[in-house]
């Protein structure tokens, strides 16, 4: 006779076929004590005294974990082991002979369980059943049954019946089971898709957001391994990373470890935990959205969005990564357009934007494989080239960028032409140069070809790196000047032409740097426009000339240069009308100066502005007049008051009659417009002879005296026979 495990919660009553006890089974059957005692207390209660009988009563009599007993036709006790009277606290003697019954509660007795596990087990020969039973001082225990029908000749004769007591197993049983369900509940209420797994990777349990994120039901998962249900219901093959999960699940020591698997069209973040009894927690998340909201913010950091083009933070990582430990060299294409600005001035900045997209789209088109192109600025672009070409190669692709950039691009029924310039350089392993190194010398190298001209192709070169060196140089040092007061103020005087005293002076500032050196205006003006600081050095030279000035005799002027971007500084008019606020000088005693190259910019601002300054009662005068291209329109069209003739004219009036008839003929215009002439760059007697036969009022020039600092300017009115000192204020 074969009993079933006493931990089996299952209650079986009734088997297929019957399993009724023989005798002569005795010695054949196993010797579990669950599977033996059948044949044991058949022999107790046969007559027969063979010597396996006696062995029979013996082993039984040994037994003291289970209640062995035997049990008549009708339920009544025959035998009693001593396992039986520790279990249930009878003596034989005073069981004997009573009903099963007595082991039951009320209520199984009242239903008749004694009588229905004696008919399964005349029946089918055997009952197994559990349930609790009571001992003889009323104490309950839970009880694992097992009674078996003991035939003799063919007939039943009586029961055999094991009794085991199993409460402290059921008890530790209900524990773990209370214990699953207190950790279902707490699970349950885990947003994040949480599952267990035995040693052999199959599920414990899973919580409804792992079912729910693995789209089975509740429960159904459980028992499976955990690879079948990571199969892709595509049926496409696991992908590598997935593998490298289950590798990983299989072989890892790691107490954590977090991967990330594409599923069903998803993205899953898994994140291992191992536990010290061989399980494993597995925490699933959906990051689907959140890594493709990452790769639209990661796009958006690494690209232009006028474009489309990558950027220049991302140049700078892909050029870091070919740098290091190239063994190649790395060539670099720097694209300025050289229109852009134009377009944006009379067509507008939609054109201009359009212009931009087009520029791109022709880049890209006119790439080879592997090249890639980067918008690092306004109008700027960067072309890295792939693998290692020529020079000449390099050169053939810079050319036909160009004259693709060339054609021109139409743009709501406009044509909008637009040309580009475009600084080439490379770095060999040899120089072991750094990503800024590599644009620097490009940038250096479209700065050249800018210079020359634009819409020239140039290539980056050691004379180019030391004049930049200069540059740069001097940038730091022109912006410790402007917070150094590095700066002062020459005057040069105006003389009127008769002879009759100075007409005023013209400011001319300089630069004396603190070692002494003296930077010409011809060299850090250009670069104070081109850096943006004219209108912070123009507002130092307003204020401080008609701090100045306002100190000299009434009737002298003071002219002032305005450049090209101090003309277009939105605080223009506020910075001259607070340096007359500051000064008290008056404003018909200012003369602002502006050359025709301030003007072609944007001629209805400059229009505005110089009628803002006749407004105010301040003087304009356009000066070196004559070497534009637009003087004459110019007159008709701006409140000008003072023309002053170019130097280049005046040098050259007693010797070249063309300038002889430019000067005539400036002198004519201006008699027939009303305005006065002053002549720049006058330094012989004969050449004042010349323009005072030609009528012209005033003279400027080394014949009447070099610019001079305000300190000399006391004396030197004094010489030129200025009022006398009642006339003037304190300097």
Request: charged share 25%.
């Amino acid at each position: 006779m074969e009993v079933d495990d006493p931990l089996d919660t299952k209650s079986t009553n009734g088997k297929a076929g019957r399993h009724a006890v023989r005798r002569q089974d005795l010695l054949s059957r196993s010797t579990r004590p669950s599977a033996m005692m059948g044949p044991l207390l058949a022999g107790c209660i046969m007559p027969s005294v063979h010597s396996d009988d006696l062995q029979s009563r013996l082993l039984i009599q040994s037994v003291t974990d289970y209640a062995i007993y035997m049990l008549s036709l009708d339920g009544h006790v025959t035998s009693w082991n001593p396992g039986a009277e520790l279990a249930k606290g009878y003596r034989a003697e005073e069981i004997l002979g009573r009903h099963i019954g007595c082991f039951y509660g009320e209520s199984d007795r009242s239903a008749g369980i004694p009588e229905s596990n004696l008919d399964t087990a005349r029946r089918d020969g055997r009952c197994e059943d559990q349930g609790w039973r009571y001992r003889k001082d009323g104490s309950r225990f839970w009880a694992n049954v097992v009674i078996d029908a003991v035939e003799v000749d063919g007939e039943i004769v009586g029961f055999a019946k094991v009794t085991r007591d199993c409460t402290e197993q059921r008890e530790q049983a209900l524990a773990l089971a209370a214990m699953s369900d207190h950790l279902r509940t707490v699970l349950s209420f885990n947003p994040h898709a949480t599952c267990l797994l035995d040693a052999d990777l199959r599920i414990v349990l899973g919580n409804p957001a792992f079912a729910a994120l693995l789209g089975i039901n509740r429960g159904a998962g459980e028992g499976e391994r955990f690879a079948d249900l990571l199969r892709d219901p595509s049926g496409e093959a696991p992908k590598a990373a997935t593998l490298d999960l289950l590798e990983d699940l299989r072989q890892t020591t790691c107490r954590e470890v977090s991967h990330e698997i594409d599923w069903n069209a998803r993205t899953l973040l898994v994140i291992l935990r191992r536990a010290e009894d061989g399980g494993t927690v597995l925490s699933l998340e959906d990051v689907t959205e959140l890594r493709r909201s990452q790769k639209a913010v990661l796009r958006k950091a690494t690209h232009d969005a006028l474009t489309d083009l990558q950027n220049r933070d991302a140049l700078q990582a892909r050029l870091g990564a070919r740098l290091a430990g190239a063994s190649a060299p790395c060539w670099l294409l720097y694209v300025d357009l050289d229109r852009l600005k134009a377009v944006n001035d009379t067509h507008g900045h939609l054109a201009g934007d359009a212009v931009l997209k087009e520029v791109a789209g022709r880049l890209s088109k006119g790439l080879r494989d592997g090249d890639r192109a980067y918008r690092v600025g306004g109008d700027e672009f960067i072309v890295l080239v792939d693998g290692s070409p020529s020079a000449g190669d390099v050169a053939a692709m810079a050319k036909r960028l160009h004259d693709r950039l060339a054609s021109p691009f139409d743009f709501e029924g406009r044509t909008l032409g637009m040309g580009c310039s475009i600084g080439i350089a490379v770095s060999r392993p040899e120089d072991e140069a750094t990503p800024s190194d590599l644009v620097d010398r490009a940038d250096i190298a479209l700065y050249q070809a800018k210079h020359d001209g634009r819409g020239c192709v140039r290539f980056h070169d050691e004379e180019m790196a030391l004049s930049a060196l200069k540059r740069r140089t001097m940038e730091m040092q022109l912006r410790q000047a402007i917070s150094g007061e590095e700066f002062r103020l020459f005057y040069q005087p105006v003389s009127k032409a008769d002879g009759a005293g100075i007409e005023g002076f013209e400011a001319l500032i300089r630069w004396t740097q603190p070692c002494g050196t003296m930077i010409p205006p011809g060299d850090f003006i250009p670069l104070a426009e081109e850096l943006g600081l004219m209108a912070e050095i123009g507002n130092w030279v307003f204020q401080t000339a008609c701090l100045e000035a306002a100190s000299w005799p009434s009737h002298l002027t003071l002219a002032v240069n305005v450049s090209a971007t101090q003309m277009r500084d939105p605080l223009l008019m506020e910075r001259v009308r607070a340096a007359l606020d500051r000064s008290g000088l008056d404003p018909h005693r200012l003369e602002v100066e502006i050359t025709e190259t301030a003007m072609i910019t944007d001629h209805a601002q400059t229009l505005s502005i110089l009628m803002e300054l006749r407004a105010m009662g301040i003087l304009v005068a356009i000066d070196d007049f004559g070497t534009g291209y637009s003087s004459l329109s110019f007159l008709q069209t701006l409140p000008f008051t003072r023309i002053k003739i170019d130097r280049s004219f005046v040098q050259d009036i007693a010797s070249n009659s063309q300038s002889m008839a430019i000067v005539r003929g400036v002198m004519r215009i201006s008699r027939d417009l009303g305005l006065q002439v002053t002549a720049e760059g006058v330094e012989t007697d004969e050449q004042r002879e010349i323009l005072l036969g030609e009528s012209c009022q005033n003279l400027q020039g080394y014949l009447i005296a070099r610019p001079m600092p305000v300190s000399e300017l006391k004396t030197f009115l004094a010489k030129a026979g200025a009022p006398s000192d009642a006339r003037t204020r304190a300097a």
